[in-house]
């Protein structure tokens, strides 16, 4: 089973003096020569027998002369700082407590804190040795340490959960682990199983989810004043996505217990949202399956009626994601919301236009769209927008429903997959959809290969410049 203690706290970065800490200065390259010229004879020639330039990496260690560490002069290279810079710098250190001779701005502290306690992030539960090593970094009064470690706290809970392998992340985990977070914050929670949905007319959900030994669930979590703004986070909780009956090749399949990274998404900033206290009436929706193949699985060319009443004609049984969101849309609608928020790893084409590591996202609201591009750009959190372009909706056309699941031409597969969505969302609600890949594709400095969060650093700080009470 998946284990995670959700309180933990973050032991890497911490605001405690201690008396032997290390000190750390950040040396540039341009910095180089000024800086080596103000030293004397023999450190000199140290920086010269070590090669050290002031790139990004280098680490070079000044001995006492009893053989213990004196201080540590780091690499900075030439660019501006980013938290992967101080990932870079805590994965390189020998055990022990440091801390940063810099006065940093309150921006730049909080985010060396974060860089620094992401390379503490290994996802090492199935390991029999692991590794121990740790690196303590004390922080100054310019870093807001509570903020830094609600985005890292977040951001562990989203990347467990996406590592952890569907055997033990099925839809019932899923509920398992919104069950303890609601618990934790005193929340409300739902949730409808199985034949259940049926009767509450989510058709789409269980019809995607039939098909799979764990049966299909809603999960409805509601937190904070009721008379509060309402913000509606979705999140897509396919736990395994092997296309259905069009089914995928294994290349492609691989990865695939990673299609509840949107559900992981919306927990991770739920996370970060409850325990920041933010002041809005906040709800999360998650509908969680698994796409799976056995004599009742769902079929192409099959009509499914929604939630909201229109009928879907199934073009792909491996657009799978947009089914199940469109009734939780739908659902989240109905209480006119003041922003719905939605995560989904919903397609290929996203990676096809942007590659892996920047998020298109999609919205309705353009003043919102400015604000989280200028965002996300701060928060070192890479999101671009894509358009809702609406003369692409007739791609969506069916003869035999109101509308078809995947476009009559595989171009603009992002758009058409966010427009099939738009279509759920009523009310003219400000929405905005997040295609998010939730996985570093190679490994680098604090984002090991694996499950990734994207998107929720700059969505939460958002909603803390607009809601904190
Ligand atoms: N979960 C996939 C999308 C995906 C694939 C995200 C790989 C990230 C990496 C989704 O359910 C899917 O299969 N989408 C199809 C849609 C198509 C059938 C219209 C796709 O993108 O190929
Ligand atoms: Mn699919
Ligand atoms: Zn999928």
């Keep these: 089973m998946f284990r995670y203690n959700y309180s933990e706290d973050v ?87 440091y801390h940063l001779k810099e006065n940093l701005s309150e921006h730049d502290a909080n985010f060396a ?22 690196v303590i970094l004390t922080v100054g009064d310019n870093c807001n340490l509570t903020r830094v470690k609600s985005w890292i706290r977040g951001t562990i809970l989203a990347r467990d959960l996406v590592n952890t392998p569907t055997c033990d992340m099925g839809p019932d985990d899923l509920a398992l682990v919104a069950e303890r977070l609601a618990k934790q914050f005193k929340a409300k929670i739902e949730i409808t199983r199985g034949e259940e949905l049926l009767i509450k007319g989510y058709n789409t959900i269980h019809t995607v989810g039939r098909a799979a030994e764990k049966e299909p669930c809603l999960i409805d979590i509601k937190w904070g004043n009721e008379k509060a703004p309402k913000i509606t986070l979705v999140g897509k909780g396919v736990c395994f996505d092997t296309g259905g009956l069009d089914i995928k090749p294994s290349g492609a399949m691989v990865t695939m217990k990673k299609d509840m990274g949107g559900a992981a998404h919306v927990l991770g900033l739920g996370q970060m949202i409850m325990e920041s206290g933010l002041d809005i009436r906040l709800r999360i929706l998650i509908p969680a399956v698994e796409n799976n193949i056995a004599g009742n699985a769902f079929r192409p060319g099959d009509i499914i009626k929604s939630y909201k009443g229109t009928t879907i004609e199934v073009g792909n049984t491996d657009a799978e994601g947009r089914l199940v969101l469109c009734d939780a849309l739908a659902l989240a609608s109905e209480e006119i919301p003041e922003l719905i928020i939605d995560f989904a790893t919903l397609t290929g084409a996203a990676r096809v236009a942007l590659g892996t590591e920047v998020s298109p996202y999609f919205t309705n609201d ?104």
């Design 11 to 97: 032991k890497s970065i911490t605001s405690k003096p201690y008396k032997g800490s290390i000190s750390i200065t950040l040396i540039g390259t341009g910095e180089l020569d000024h800086w080596k010229n103000k030293l004397g004879r023999k450190q000199q020639s140290w920086v010269k027998v070590n090669t050290f330039k002031g790139n990004v990496g280098e680490v070079l260690i000044f001995s006492t002369i009893e053989g213990g560490i004196d201080h540590i002069v780091a690499g900075k290279g030439a660019g501006d700082y980013s938290p992967w810079l101080f990932s870079r710098i805590a994965e390189t250190l020998p055990e022990g407590s």
């Design 113 to 134: 804190a974060f860089g620094w306690a992401m390379a503490d992030y290994k996802y090492d539960h199935y390991l029999k040795d692991k590794d121990t090593k740790s």
């Design 366 to 469: 353009s003043k919102l769209s400015a604000e989280l591009l200028k965002l996300s750009e701060n928060e070192y959190d890479p999101l671009w927008p894509l358009p809702l372009y609406l003369p692409y909706e007739k791609l969506l056309n069916s003869t035999l429903a109101d509308i078809n699941n995947i476009g009559s031409t595989g171009f603009g597969g992002a758009i058409t997959a966010a427009l099939f969505l738009k279509s759920f969302v009523t009310n003219d609600i400000p929405w905005v959809h997040l295609d998010v890949y939730a996985w570093n594709a190679s490994a680098a400095a604090g984002k090991p290969k694996g499950g990734e969060a994207m998107g929720i650093r700059t969505v939460f700080e958002y909603l803390v410049k607009k809601y904190s009470k």
